[in-house]
């Protein structure tokens, strides 16, 4: 049968949870879609009609894989500005997903550990089982903090890189300047590759976003445009590192996704000088509104400090799976905990949804919390 011939490596993952929950959406006349992790808020005009004008001066051929000119060079002197390390260098790639599984195929051998935080996000475990490593993941319930001491503990020999989400998917937590300076201490210490995806970056609420980088030079930073200026379907990110990292990141891109697409590279030149403050101000309303809606009655909800989730604990005796069924009989679509989790006692919620939609999730969920 055509199963005998898929390698072990696929036995890793499944179709995502969260896409089957995408699937559900599409078939339903009037759902409450809190589901969905990406900005609801138009591309900004100046950024379409640089794609416009790329597409239209025939820029659709390949790009250098490393990125084109202009946008590597820009990207490279704001890294340049901010952390000032001269080795320091800069790719383009397709997407932070590409980043990620780049970064996984240059550093991950067969055996290899890498220590990641629960909840995650989706990708990382399976990320690393298809490069043939090991996912060790380090609980942080109740309050999704990172405790120093616990990644210290899970350290061995064959540990080769620890994997850092902050905003993180899908609890919303920034981890706080002492834990990303604890953690690039100790990766420095023991010579262990740190890789902080920091997707979420323009989406940080309550002040700038702490980088490991700062505190050590040889950390990988993947970042990308989707997030930041709603061009989830452009798949364009960019990851930046010490140059002997990034340049075997290129190598491998040019056996894999070639380049990034080329005439959108330079419509993220030109987001570069785009203002997304007002977009970020809305969402940080949008925040407090979903947070203290459900604390009113009665939800477990941490603090939450940056991208656009929230991860309340359900407030009845069932599973998160269970409470979710319920909440997609109502039509609200959430996701259930246990996707991101070893544990079942979670949902994640999106509020980049308008605000009737969030309204009407609400009412919903002060419903479900009557059991």
């Not at 298809?130 to 380090?138: D, E, N, Q, S, Y």
């Not at 834990?179 to 201490?185: F, P, Q, R, S, Y």
């Not at 990141?249 to 030149?269: G, I, K």
Request: charged fraction near 20%.
């Amino acid at each position: 049968m055509s199963e005998s011939w898929l390698a072990k490596r696929t036995s890793h993952f499944d179709s995502s949870g969260i896409r089957k929950v995408f699937d559900l959406a599409a078939k339903m006349e009037n759902p409450i879609n809190l589901s969905i992790g990406q900005p609801d808020f138009p591309v900004p005009d100046a950024i379409k009609a640089a794609a416009c004008e790329a597409i239209n001066s025939d820029k659709n051929g390949y790009s250098l894989t490393q990125g084109v000119s202009p946008l590597r060079e820009a990207l490279q002197a704001k890294v340049d500005a901010q952390y000032g390390h001269d080795d320091r260098r800069v790719l383009v790639t397709s997407g932070t997903s590409g980043a990620l599984v780049l970064t996984m195929m240059a550093l991950v051998d067969p055996g290899d550990e890498v220590i990641c935080f629960d909840p995650y996000f989706v990708m990382y475990p399976a990320l690393v089982g298809m490069a043939g490593g090991k996912a060790v993941v380090l609980d942080t319930y109740p309050n999704f903090r990172i405790d120093v001491d616990k990644v210290a503990a899970a350290i061995t020999p064959r540990t080769k890189l620890i994997l850092l989400n902050s905003p993180a998917n899908p609890t919303g937590v920034v981890a706080t300047e002492q834990e990303v300076k604890a953690l690039a201490e100790l990766a420095a210490k023991h010579n262990i590759a740190l890789l902080s995806d920091e997707i979420y970056r323009q989406f940080c609420y309550d002040g700038a976003l702490p980088s490991p980088a700062v505190h050590n030079e040889n950390t990988i930073v993947v970042d990308g445009f989707s997030k930041a200026y709603g061009v989830t379907g452009w798949r364009l990110g960019w990851v930046h590192g010490p140059a002997a990292v990034i340049d075997k990141l290129t190598m491998l891109q040019q056996y894999t996704f070639v380049c990034a697409p080329h005439p959108l590279q330079h419509a993220a030149l030109a987001a570069l000088d785009v203002d997304m403050s007002e977009q970020a101000a809305e969402y940080a309303r949008r925040r407090d509104m979903i947070v203290d809606g459900l604390r009113d009655v009665g939800y477990e909800v941490n603090p939450t400090g940056g991208a656009f989730y929230v991860f309340p604990k359900v407030p009845t005796d069932e599973t998160g799976q269970q409470f979710v069924r319920r909440a997609i009989e109502n039509e609200l679509l959430i996701i259930p905990g246990e996707i991101f989790s070893s544990r079942d006692t979670h949902f994640r919620i999106s509020y980049a949804a308008s605000l009737d939609t969030l309204e009407r999730g609400l009412e919903v969920l002060q419903k479900l919390a009557k059991g």
